[in-house]
C-alpha cells in the first residue's frame, strides 16, 4: 500500500498539472506580493520569493504593476527530492526588495496548524481565458495520509480546477494566513506542501521582519503590522528617518516577540516622506512615497518595466522554460 501511494504521488507531480481553471478571478492590484514565473510565488520579507522546489527558476518574474526582475540566488528545502515525496519549497532572493502595501503573514509554522476537513483557499497563475485577470483562486477540503505528513490532500470543492502554472501557489486558512503551497494535482485533487515542515528552513533561510515595504498616513497617523521570521526570539529595535514618529504599539509594549508572533507599529507623519527601519538597515518601510506615474511600460523603473514587447518575450520564455523542465528534470516535473 505504501509503494502504491507513493506511486501516485509521484505520478501527480509528474503529470500535466492542473489547479485553478473555474476558480474566482481576482484583481492582482489587490494581491500585490503575488508574483508569476512560470510557477506562482509569494513575496515574502519584501525581497525572496517563496514557491515550489520543483519549479525551474527563470529569468524573469513579473509582478503585479508588471515589472519583471531577476533572481539572484534560491535556495531549496535540504530535503526536497524528485521523489516528490519530500519537502517542495523554495526560496528565491531578489536583489533589490519590492514596493507593496499588501502582503499575507505566515500561521504559526511552529504547529502543525491544518486539520482534517479545514477549508484552505489556494491562489494561482495558471492559463486562463481573460488574459486580463491572470491570478484566481480555489477552496479545497483538507485531507491527510499519514504515511506523507507533510503533504495535505487537497479535494476540491467545486469552485475551480486547474492548470498550468500554480505551483509555488500559496494555500491560505480561513484567517488568510500561508499554510501551505501548491505542489501538484492527480484527478480530482490537489497536493499541497505543509509548511510546518519548512518552518526551520524558512527562519533560517530569512532570519528578519516579514512586513509590507510601503505604507501610508490617513490623518497623519497608521497602524502597520509586521511579522517576527526570526530564528530566535527578539524584541522592539525599530527606529524611523525623515517625516515619521513612532508612537506606540504592540512590538513595543509586548516586550519579547517569537517566531511567527504578529506585531503593531503606530507612527505618526505630518504627511511628507519617511522611514520606519525595523532592525537591519535593509529592512525598511516607505512611509508616504509618492506613487510614480504608469507609463505603460514606455520607461523601465525598479527592476525594469519592459513594456509591451517584454511582455511578449517573458510569454515566449515561460512557454520555453515548461519545455525544458519537463525534458530536463529526472522525473519529468512540469512547472504547474
Known amino acids: 500500500m505504501k509503494h502504491i501511494k507513493k506511486t501516485l504521488l509521484i505520478m501527480a507531480i509528474s503529470n500535466n498539472v492542473y489547479a485553478i481553471t473555474d476558480g474566482t478571478a481576482v484583481d492582482w492590484n489587490n494581491y500585490q506580493?503575488?508574483?508569476?514565473?512560470?510557477?506562482?510565488?509569494?513575496?515574502?520579507?519584501?525581497?525572496?520569493?517563496?514557491?515550489?522546489?520543483?519549479?525551474?527558476?527563470?529569468?524573469?518574474?513579473?509582478?503585479?504593476?508588471?515589472?519583471?526582475?531577476?533572481?539572484?540566488?534560491?535556495?531549496?528545502?535540504?530535503?526536497?527530492?524528485?521523489?516528490?515525496a519530500k519537502v517542495d519549497v523554495s526560496l528565491w532572493s531578489l536583489q533589490n526588495s519590492r514596493k507593496t502595501t499588501q502582503i499575507h503573514y505566515f500561521s504559526d509554522l511552529t504547529k502543525n496548524t491544518v486539520q482534517d476537513a479545514d477549508t484552505l483557499t489556494l491562489f494561482g497563475f495558471g492559463?486562463?481565458?481573460?488574459?486580463?485577470?491572470?491570478?484566481?483562486?480555489?477552496?479545497?477540503?483538507?485531507?491527510?495520509?499519514?504515511?506523507?505528513?507533510?503533504?495535505?490532500?487537497?479535494?476540491?470543492?467545486?469552485?475551480?480546477?486547474g492548470v498550468g502554472g500554480d505551483s509555488g501557489g500559496a494555500w491560505l486558512n480561513n484567517n488568510n494566513e500561508i499554510v501551505a503551497i501548491n505542489k501538484s494535482i492527480y484527478g480530482t485533487t490537489t497536493f499541497g506542501t505543509n509548511l510546518h515542515y519548512a518552518d526551520e528552513f524558512i527562519r533560517q533561510t530569512i532570519d528578519g521582519w516579514h512586513y509590507p515595504t510601503l505604507a501610508n498616513t490617513s490623518n497623519g497617523s497608521a497602524t502597520i503590522t509586521v511579522q517576527s521570521l526570526h530564528q530566535n526570539t527578539v524584541t522592539d529595535s525599530a527606529y524611523t528617518s525623515g517625516d515619521v514618529q513612532i508612537i506606540g504599539g504592540t512590538c513595543i509594549e509586548n516586550g519579547e516577540i517569537n517566531s511567527y508572533d504578529k506585531c503593531t507599529y503606530v507612527i505618526e507623519s505630518q504627511g511628507g516622506e519617511g522611514n520606519l527601519i525595523l532592525g537591519r538597515s535593509d529592512e525598511v518601510i516607505q512611509i508616504n512615497k509618492p506613487v510614480p506615474v504608469i507609463d505603460n511600460g514606455s520607461s523601465s523603473s525598479d527592476g525594469g518595466s519592459f513594456g509591451l514587447l517584454s511582455l511578449l518575450l517573458f510569454s515566449g520564455f515561460g512557454f520555453y522554460r515548461r519545455k525544458k523542465s519537463g525534458s530536463t528534470l529526472g522525473a519529468n516535473i512540469k512547472a504547474q
Not at 503533504?151 to 470543492?157: A, M, R, Y
Open 33 to 84: 506580493d503575488m508574483v508569476t514565473m512560470n510557477c506562482t510565488g509569494t513575496l515574502i520579507a519584501g525581497k525572496f520569493i517563496l514557491t515550489a522546489a520543483h519549479c525551474d527558476e527563470p529569468d524573469m518574474i513579473r509582478f503585479s504593476d508588471h515589472t519583471i526582475v531577476a533572481s539572484t540566488q534560491r535556495s531549496d528545502h535540504p530535503d526536497w527530492d524528485l521523489s516528490g
Open 127 to 161: 492559463s486562463t481565458s481573460n488574459a486580463d485577470i491572470p491570478l484566481h483562486y480555489a477552496t479545497v477540503n483538507a485531507e491527510f495520509d499519514p504515511t506523507y505528513q507533510q503533504v495535505i490532500n487537497g479535494l476540491f470543492t467545486n469552485q475551480g480546477q
